[in-house]
């Protein structure tokens, strides 16, 4: 991921995802986080003030192991193989 667009994606997400063609609806906030694992949308209290109902918290994809050839090969022949080092 360019380093550039991961600052702005961060800073301001709602206005990047729009930038790349998405709807994001007027009552909901949007969060980047490095440290989800998974998507969650969540509902604001009732009691709160703010205009956004909803809270979708969306992850950063981790960045990538290197490929080596031996890894492609194994997955390619289906075979199972340890990621992790």
Known sequence: MDDNFKQNLLANPTSELQKAGLNIESN???RVSETAVVP??????TN????????????LPPKPNALTEEKINAVLDNRVLAICS
């Open 48 to 59: 709160s003030a703010a205009s956004n109902n909803f809270i979708l918290e969306i992850p």
């Open 40 to 45: 969650s949308l969540t509902t604001k209290p």
């Open 28 to 30: 909901t906030e949007v």
